[in-house]
Each structure stands twice: as C-alpha cells, then as structure tokens.
C-alpha cells in the first residue's frame, strides 16, 4: 500500500491518495477517530448518504468534520460505513471480533466515537476538492513551498563548510525545521503559532490539553527564526497579531487562543517583554513597513516598570520571584524600546534598565553558601529568588515550591539551580567569562546535564517534576523532568558567545529528533525501557514538534554563521566594540553623575577595565547635557559589571 498526502492549497481539507497493490481480494478499508474541540467527549459521528454519497462526519459544539472518498473515476470511494463508539462498537473492534466489516451502524454518540462550520460545510469542502486529480493539489502545494523558500534563501543563504558526513544531517534539520515553523502559521489569523500542533502523552487520555495554544514567549522565540530565515513578511505579521492582542494594561495572556481570547490567566513579565523586542529587530531590519508601533512599546515597557522585576511566574510557568532569565529579557526590552520611543520616555526606561542591571547580582545570585562550598565556587546564579530579595538579601535561604512533584518536595531559593543566565550573556549584559557565569556554569553542567548517545542535554532545573515518572509512565500532573533540546540549543549559544563553535549542540539537537527530523520538547535520560519505546536521547512522549525547540535550532545555526547570537538586541551590544585592543576604557557621561557605580567605573570619569572588549579607536564625547540620541550606545565594563550611557562624538 503507497500513500501520498497534501494539503489542498485553497480548502481546509487533507487529501490522502491511496494506492493499494497485490492480491485483487485486497480492500480498503478507513478508521476515523475524530477529536473536534481538541477533546474525544461529546463527539458526535454518522455515516450516511449526502446528495448521492456515503459520508463519515462528525460534530462537536461549533466544529464539524466530513471524510469523502473518490474512485479514479470521481464517483463515490465508500462502498460500506459505519459509525460506532470507541472500544465498544467501531471498525477495531468489528474486525476483532468478527474478522471483517460487519457492522454498519448509522450514528454514535454523543461520547467518543469513531469513524468548516459543521459537518455539512465540510462534506462541500471535501466532495468539492475530490473533483480534482490529487496532484494537481499536490503540485500547487510543492510549487507555493518552492516559491516561499526561494524567498527566503534570497534573503540570506546558510554557508556551511566542512566534510559532506558531519554537515548533512545539520543542512537537513535546518530544512525541516523552516518546514515545520511554517507549517504552525495559522492562516485565519497570521502571524500567530500555537506552540505545538500536538498533544504531550496524547495518547494517555481524551482530555481537552495541549500545546494547541498562542504563547506570547514562544511566538516572538518563533518570529526571530523566520527573520533569520529571511522570512520577514511573516514576522511582520506576527508584530500584527501580537499589537491586536495586547491588554490594555501592557501585557499579554500567559496564553491565548488564536483569536485572543485567554486560556491560561498568569502573568510572565518576559512575554510582555518579548513582542517590544520583535519590534525592534524589525526596526533595525527597516522592516517596520508601516506598523505603529510606539503605542505598544510605551504599554508594554510601563507594564514591565510597575510590575517588575519581579514577575507572577517565571518562563517555566510555575514560580513568582526574580530570575535572571526574565530579567535579561526585560532589560533588553527597555533598551531596545528606547530607541521607538520619544523623549523623555526613552530617557526614562533606559535610566531603569541602567538600574536593574546593576543590581542583577544582587537580585539573582548566591555567595557562600553550602552548594558553593561543594563545587568550590564562592557564587553562583539562582534560578528565581523570591521577591523579598529587593529588601532582604537573606530571602535567597527561603524555600521556593517545586512544582510537579508527588512527593512536595522544596527548596531553598539559594539550592534551585538552572540555566537562565545563559540569557544574560547571549544579550550582552554579561560577558561569558564572567566568573559567576562560569561558576554557575559548573554547577549546571554537574547537577543538570546529562549525557546521553545523543549529545549533551540539560533539565530545567534542580528538582524538576515535568517528564515521565521513573517506570516511563506518561506525566499525569507529576513525575520526573527530562532533558530538553532547546536548552542543548540555549547552551550553543553561550558557547558561541564564549569564543567556542557551537556545532556538537547542532549535532546533538538533530541527532534528538525524530527519524522525520521533528524536534521533542524532552527527550529520554534513563536507562532504556523498549516496551514503552524510551531510549537515552531519543523522544519522550512530550510535545513533539516544539516549535521553540525548532526555532532554537535555526536561530543557532544562523547564529553560528555570523559569529554572534542572532537575536541580541543591536541596541544592547555597543556598537563602539571594534578594533583589536587588549584593553578597553568605558566612559560614562556626566549626566549620570548621580548614580553610584562600582569600583573601578566612576560616572563622568575614564577607568580601565582590564578584559574588558576593545573600544577601538573611536572618540567619546563626555558632557553635562544629554547626548545626540542618534549616537546612544551601552558600554559595559566587565570587570565592574556596570552599563552606563555613552556619546560617540559626532565628528
């Protein structure tokens, strides 16, 4: 049996072609088991005639789905149908119990059962694009992705140099993964992404679950992407989606359906964060082409500055407090907002994330504690620290929940170790040799890292309770957390960052995908267990494609061709960093005389920062007044971890 499937390019339908071959006695036979509503309850299912044909269809509330089939010569495909409840009365059980079709039942449900706007608008669609030979359908498809990719490669082709062996699978992941970023634009509402289009352990259960939702983080991860494919209109649309969905207080949804309408009602001050970033990069691209977006930015940016730093949930979904992660990202987005924003808000929001830099240490790390004594560190990065910490820097011995755990286990902030300060070097606000980047470093690559046939992968963090539970049982709210390729991807960067080729976490992503290239949420980190299908660095029975995980990998490979992370915010990464130089002078301008920096940088005075990157040769200006903004860059010095605002002279 040969089959062929493809979308038809101009209807909400799936034509499958096939091809059945051998013995004349052979049939064909089709099993339906639809879940309308993204649930199997309250399906409803019939088989019957239709203006002259046998239908299979289903209902569900506001959905309603229609199988038709066609012979070669278009007539009529079915020559028997049936409808039945799963387990009790459906095709399955017929043949097992009987060998053959014999039942023909005409309606189940409602329940879940088996075999456009409702059932009737889908059988018109599915009758009307069966009068069609199935590849006029297909080619219409091949030529539609054959000229979206010739677009894209025109906008920037992907070079990569090396042996044939080692650099195959990475150009064939990249193909995939373009493919499987497109393929989640939804074509109602463009722009948009839900974060998968499948379900975790999906075949655990009927519920109604899923990644089948809009998160504002994931999407704006999955826009960068289409920029670095050269996908640009996409992105632009997705700007679009994100402005027409944004509250009125600033922020955005934990997660929404694709209309807008919110499903889960947390509040992650990064995903208020993230769409101020898109905008910029597609400032920086000139490629605003028209949308307005200071509105959105000046919202999303005064959300950011009455609620943060502290945020209701992290990126995890599951802990209040600071993190460096979230913290990174809001950074960024007030400097990067700056530049669409008028003066003096622009002035405003970089005098706070000024502030907020020099206080990440503060906020997020630990110093001599048990953990650092063991792995011989004096600090080190939380992965969140409560709220308390802006007044009280002991809250870090506070027990922070775990979530997803069975067995309520907790720790203190200054135990939960994880990889979200990777993200303050991949934006620039640390340098990767930082010593508490490497410290922390070294604890997340002895508590976290696993390695697996694979390659290398990192858990969350310490504790985490959100994978399969020891035995390879689906997550049913608790069990252990796995590995997930997306932070192979996460480290990638840093290491790129670091001066280091981030090739082995390429190889290591596409080694963790699916024999088709999809990439999981998670992958297996145990000792294999062959009856559940659970193998060291092969897919769990997490979401998979993840399309953040996707978009991870093609921003990593873009990223390596061009020496630095793709999506670090141009107006955080100082422009004045050029010549070769073993040693660099920051310079502050008086203006900012009034805050306190930290030895060895003092506001409105010249300090040598040893380590420091090179300035080059370039002349800065220092005055009382406020400098040309077309001349605004960050220069940070390393060593004193200290940003302050900077005027290149205009000569």
Request: net charge neutral.
């Amino acid at each position: 049996m040969q089959l062929r499937l493809t979308p038809d390019p101009l209807r909400e339908v799936l034509l499958i072609e096939c091809t059945l071959d051998g013995d004349d006695a052979l049939r064909l036979y089709t099993l339906l088991a639809p879940h309308l509503g993204a649930t199997g309850y309250g399906n409803v299912a019939a088989a019957e005639r239709h203006r002259g044909r046998r239908l299979l269809w289903a209902e569900q509330g506001p959905f309603g789905l229609a199988l038709a089939a066609a012979d070669e010569a278009q007539g009529d495909g079915f020559s028997r149908i049936s409808a039945g409840y799963v387990g009790t009365s459906d095709g399955w059980q017929d043949f097992a119990r009987n060998g053959a079709m014999t039942w023909e039942y005409a309606v189940a449900g409602p329940g879940n059962v088996a075999f456009g706007s409702s059932a009737q608008a889908a059988a018109t669609l599915a009758i009307s694009s069966l009068m069609q030979p199935f590849d006029v359908a297909l080619q219409q498809q091949i030529a539609d992705w054959e000229a979206w990719q010739a677009r894209c490669a025109a906008a920037g082709a992907i070079l990569l140099h090396g042996r044939a062996d080692t650099l195959t699978p990475i150009r064939e992941q990249f193909a995939t993964s373009a493919v499987v970023l497109r393929a989640h634009l939804n074509k109602t509402y463009p722009g948009a992404m839900v974060a998968s289009l499948s379900v975790p352990w999906g075949d655990t259960g009927n519920e109604r679950r899923g990644y089948h939702l809009v998160w504002p983080r994931d999407l704006v991860e999955c826009a960068g992407a289409l920029l670095a494919l050269g996908a640009e209109s996409e992105a632009a649309d997705t700007l679009r989606y994100l402005i027409a969905t944004q509250n009125e207080d600033g922020h955005w949804h934990q997660n929404q359906w694709l209309g807008g309408t919110a499903s889960w009602s947390g509040i992650q001050l990064d995903e208020t964060a993230f769409p101020v970033l898109l905008a910029a990069a597609l400032a920086q691209r000139d490629r605003l082409r028209g949308i307005a977006v200071a509105g959105m930015v000046r919202k999303a940016l005064g959300f950011i500055a009455r609620t943060g730093p502290s945020t209701v949930q992290d990126r995890w979904e599951e802990n209040e407090g600071i993190n460096p992660f979230t913290l990174a990202v809001s950074i960024a987005a007030l400097v990067a907002g700056a530049d669409l924003l008028p003066s003096p808000a622009c002035d405003w929001t970089l005098a706070l994330a000024d502030f907020w830099n020099t206080q990440i240490e503060a906020w997020t790390t630990a110093t001599d504690t048990a953990l650092a004594r063991r792995f011989g560190v004096v600090g080190y990065y939380l992965r969140v620290a409560p709220q308390r910490v802006l007044s009280d820097r002991g809250a870090t011995a506070m027990v922070v929940p775990i979530r997803n755990r069975a067995d309520g286990v907790a720790l203190p902030a200054e135990e939960q170790i994880g990889t979200e300060f990777l993200q303050l070097v991949r934006f620039g606000l640390r340098a990767a040799d930082d010593p508490l980047i490497r410290a922390s470093i070294r604890l997340v690559d002895a508590l976290l890292k696993t390695n697996t046939p694979s390659g290398p992968v990192w858990h969350r963090y310490r504790g985490d309770g959100y994978g399969e539970h020891d035995d390879g049982t689906a997550f049913d709210g608790t069990g252990r957390g796995r590995g997930w390729p997306l932070l192979t991807g996460e480290r990638g960067h840093y290491e790129l960052c670091a001066g280091n080729d981030p090739l082995p976490y390429l190889q290591a992503m596409a080694a963790m995908a699916s024999p088709g290239g999809m990439i999981p949420e998670q992958v297996w980190d145990a000792d294999p267990i062959p009856e559940r299908r659970l193998y060291p660095g092969r897919p769990s029975g997490s979401a998979m494609p993840l399309a953040w995980a996707h978009a991870e990998y093609v921003k990593l490979l873009v990223s390596r061709q061009i020496g630095h992370p793709l999506d670090r915010p141009a107006a955080v990464w100082a422009p004045l960093w050029r010549a070769p130089a073993s040693r660099a002078t920051c310079l502050l301008v008086a203006a900012c005389a009034d805050r306190v920096a930290p030895s060895g940088c003092q506001p409105g005075r010249r300090a040598e920062c040893a380590g420091g990157p090179p300035l080059g040769t370039e002349r800065l200006a220092v005055g009382a007044g406020r400098p040309d903004r077309r001349y605004r860059a960050w220069v940070p010095c390393r060593r004193a971890r200290y940003w302050g605002v900077a005027a290149r002279h205009a000569s």
